[in-house]
């Protein structure tokens, strides 16, 4: 695993994900979430993305997308999770979905971040050195990966939510 620049394509690939997905589900809500939701940064190139789904839904939701492709993934941060592949452009582009109900703490972060990330481009680069440090140092497996990136995120969550206690 090495680090991954930003691809000015992510948006376009999102749009086409999403197109996929509301070809069996209509109605579904779909979020770009993580690092390749935020213009200028890198990381491992892997779409993060939320269906926003109620548990009792699973059971039909995951069955319909993996009519259309989706493969269950059980390394997920939260499950149910399924991993897709879209190729657009001339590329393909691996794409983690997790089904999870609008008020889980997950979503809330993801979007928290998101937005603030959208808001702070000093952070960019900040959570970008953090991430190509821990890829030199020889944390690219998943967990070592992430442990290296923990105490930034840490850091980064408090200081997210001191900006939403101030609004």
């Given at each position: 695993?090495?680090?991954?620049?930003?691809?000015?394509?992510?948006?376009?690939?999102?749009a086409h994900l999403t197109q996929t997905i509301h070809s069996v589900l209509p109605d579904a809500k779909i979020e770009h979430v993580g690092s390749t939701s935020v213009p200028g940064l890198g990381g491992r190139g892997t779409l993060d993305c939320v269906l926003l789904s109620d548990p009792p839904d699973h059971d039909t939701i995951v069955p319909a997308l993996e009519q259309i492709g989706f493969v269950e993934f059980?390394?997920?941060?939260a499950q149910p999770a399924l991993t897709y592949r879209v190729h657009i452009e001339g590329h393909d582009y691996e794409v983690l979905l997790y089904l999870l109900p609008p008020s889980h703490d997950f979503v809330r972060g993801w979007l928290a971040f998101?937005?603030?990330m959208g808001h702070h481009p000093e952070?960019?680069?900040?959570?970008?050195?953090v991430k190509k440090a821990a890829i030199a140092e020889g944390k690219t497996q998943p967990w070592s990966y992430q442990q290296a990136k923990t105490?930034?995120?840490i850091e980064l969550e408090q200081r997210i939510q001191a900006e939403v206690d101030q609004r």
């Open positions: 695993m090495g680090y991954v620049e930003y691809d000015p394509a992510y948006p376009r690939v999102f059980p390394f997920g941060a998101r937005d603030f952070e960019i680069e900040r959570y970008a050195a105490p930034y995120l």
